[in-house]
């Protein structure tokens, strides 16, 4: 097949993303064993890691071997906590009218296209408004909102006290207010709600 | 009219009481108080409905996030743990002098201290006893010396040892592998103890291989070998193979190479396999008996599996487990 790698940088592929398992496997087991709180899950998930890149491997050409082993064994640890409750999915939670549901499985009245790109336009904005967050702000905020974690689960995490954890939090909130929210009454940047989308 | 501190003052409060509340373990009265807030003043319910509005929409747009997070975790744990490695790096380099240089085992009677060297897979060292001879200890190997008057005693534990004795007429130099014996007073030799057959190279002097019977002091000479000669000694059929060797591939793992010619794959393989923590594994039966001729460098896996695959019709394939299998290639 034409748009399958050819053998040569396949094998290249291969090669680099061996070199940076072996690099990385420590990193990884440490990691994921202090993330999930288990050495045995830890060690699970980095070869379910190995056998994805690997995968991977045989179809795309690999530029950062380093950086697909972190997205990917953050995606997988991010799977594993959400499978056990510790990840909140509040894109999926039905009882907030004002919200959409997850961006992939929007509800049967799909969004006009200028209202997909838009959305996906909102996502990429919050995203990096929480990625340009002050270090601290930003490790509690997605802690505490992605997390599901509580200031006193953040405070151990970052040590510090609790109510240095709220003020990290404020501090956050402030920054995303100013940046998502230009105008003080309205926001700029809501998710687009059913009601804009002409639901009754 | 409000003015701007003022309302800037109501945002900055909203957002004050979201923080206050997302901790967790919020007192009702906490929860009471906000509600209260919110209902003295229309703009404080405006004001701290945009904030909830604006996390709602934060809190959909998660994920992504939350994975940006997390490869930055894993970043900074990578950082962490390579400050930490240059230290074990460094301690681990002594601890490499410390098992050179000996662990010392004080017995109760007067008899003379058994000294132990040993390395670890892919690792080899040379160490100088204190009659001034030199051993040479291959990958993975374990030795214990004894040093009498009258004796000179070095048990191979594991493994494969080159020896380089220091003549001496009234201390023999005996060298013990599970049920063979050497005994020479100053030559060069290596022993390699096996699983069933232990190994014994002569590069030069003179050299007894015996076997241990049962009893320990009950010895039987089965060979004497000159330089050149060597002897592959099965104890439990009791019997001894002498023959002429080829010192380069005997000895090539001295200089940290390994040197085969026409030898089965299979048989390189299992060699190859005492020098690497990952294995090699033949895949194909067809492979084991693929005559294998040329050098390999010992010091790079990577670069042994290369030669196989530039060399033969191999393909290797590392599993997740580490296991390298060594496929025939499909030629087409």
């Given at each position: 097949m034409t748009d399958l790698l050819d053998e040569v940088a396949k094998r290249r592929n291969i090669k680099a993303l061996e070199r940076a398992i072996k690099e990385h496997h420590g990193v990884l087991v440490g990691w994921l064993t202090k993330k999930l709180g288990c050495a045995a899950d830890a060690a699970d998930i980095a070869q379910d890691v190995y056998v994805r890149v690997y995968k991977f491997a045989a179809v795309e050409t690999i530029d950062n071997p380093q950086a697909l082993l972190f997205k990917t064994a953050a995606n997988l640890a991010i799977n594993e906590l959400k499978r056990r409750g510790r990840v909140l999915r509040r894109q999926v939670d039905a009882d907030d009218e004002n919200m959409t549901d997850t961006v992939e499985a929007l509800p049967s009245e799909a969004p006009t296209p200028e209202e997909a790109i838009g959305h996906k336009q909102d996502i990429s904005a919050m995203v990096a408004a929480i990625g340009q967050l002050p270090e601290k702000a930003r490790a509690a905020f997605v802690k505490n909102r992605?997390?599901?974690?509580?200031y006193s689960d953040i405070a151990r995490e970052l040590g510090v006290s609790e109510s240095t954890v709220e003020k990290y939090m404020m501090d956050a909130l402030k920054r995303l207010r100013a940046r998502l929210m230009r105008k003080p009454q309205a926001a700029v940047l809501p998710l687009p709600r059913k009601a804009r989308r002409g639901k009754s | 009219m409000m003015t701007m501190n003022e309302r800037l003052d109501i945002d900055e409060q909203a957002v004050a009481w979201v923080a206050k509340l997302l901790g967790g373990k919020t007192p009702d009265a906490d929860k009471r108080a906000y509600t209260d807030w919110q209902a003295t003043d229309a703009r404080h319910a405006e004001a701290s409905r945009d904030v909830e509005d604006l996390l709602a929409s934060l809190d959909a747009a998660g994920e992504e996030a939350l994975e940006a997070e997390m490869v930055r975790e894993i970043e900074a744990y990578a950082e962490e743990r390579k400050r930490r490695r240059v230290f074990t790096g460094i301690s681990s380099i002594a601890a490499a002098f410390i098992a050179a240089v000996m662990v010392t085992i004080t017995m109760w009677s007067p008899a003379p201290d058994a000294q132990y060297y040993q390395t670890n897979v892919g690792e080899r060292t040379t160490v100088t006893l204190e009659d001034g001879s030199h051993v040479q200890l291959n990958t993975g190997t374990r030795i214990k010396t004894v040093m009498m008057d009258d004796e000179r005693h070095v048990t191979i534990e594991g493994g494969e040892a080159f020896f380089d004795v220091t003549r001496d007429e009234d201390r023999p130099f005996i060298v013990t592998a599970g049920k063979s014996e050497v005994r020479v007073l100053g030559t060069q030799f290596s022993v390699r103890l096996g699983a069933s057959s232990n190994v014994i190279s002569v590069l030069s002097g003179l050299v007894s291989v015996a076997q241990h019977q049962n009893?320990?002091?009950?010895v039987k000479e089965v060979a004497l070998l000159t330089a050149g000669q060597q002897v592959v000694h099965v104890p439990a059929i009791n019997r001894a193979v002498v023959e002429d060797f080829d010192a380069n591939a005997a000895f090539a793992w001295r200089a940290g190479k390994a040197f085969y010619r026409d030898t089965p794959l299979a048989d390189v393989v299992t060699d190859l396999n005492r020098y690497f923590a990952d294995p090699l594994e033949i895949a194909d039966s067809k492979l084991a008996s693929l005559p294998v001729s040329g050098t390999f460098n010992l010091n790079n896996q990577d670069v042994v599996i290369d030669a196989l695959e530039s060399a033969f019709s191999i393909v290797a394939v590392k599993r997740v487990d580490g296991v390298v299998l060594l496929y025939a290639r499909q030629e087409d």
């Open positions: 992605f997390e599901d974690k509580t | 009893g320990d002091s009950d």
